[in-house]
Nanobody, 125 residues
């Protein structure tokens, strides 16, 4: 089992930045592909970003490319999502997820085996 705890959410004005953190516990973390998803009110949960265990491979939702950066520090069992140039449409609950695969990126909810409880991000115009 892997337990995931997100932090770093909050309220910010458009154009601002936030950094989300997701800390894992419970078993070896470094061999998991990690992902960030988000869910806005009334919408489906959508993929935002993913990173392999080595950190060498990443992928992003088109609308966040160039603004968001996913990274990880396996020594701290933590994955990050740096969010810059935030827009009101980025408002959502953001979820961290872990996959029982070290090498394959994951773009869908069903690719992941463990989930955090979510952290709210609110961007005002």
């Amino acid at each position: 089992q892997v337990q995931l705890v997100e932090s770093g959410g909050g309220s910010v004005q458009a154009g601002g930045s936030l950094r989300l953190s997701c800390t894992a516990s419970g078993r070896t973390f470094s061999r998991n592909t990690m992902g960030w998803f988000r869910q806005a009110p009334g919408k489906e949960r959508e993929f935002v970003a993913t990173i392999t265990w080595s950190g060498d491979n990443t992928s992003y939702l088109d609308s966040v490319k160039g603004r968001f950066i996913i990274s990880r520090d396996s020594t701290k069992n933590t994955v990050y999502l740096q969010m810059n140039s935030l827009k009101p449409e980025d408002t959502a609950v953001y979820y961290c997820a872990a996959r029982n695969s070290a090498y394959r990126l994951g773009y869908e909810r069903r690719n992941y085996d463990y989930w955090g409880q979510g952290t709210q991000v609110t961007v005002s115009s």
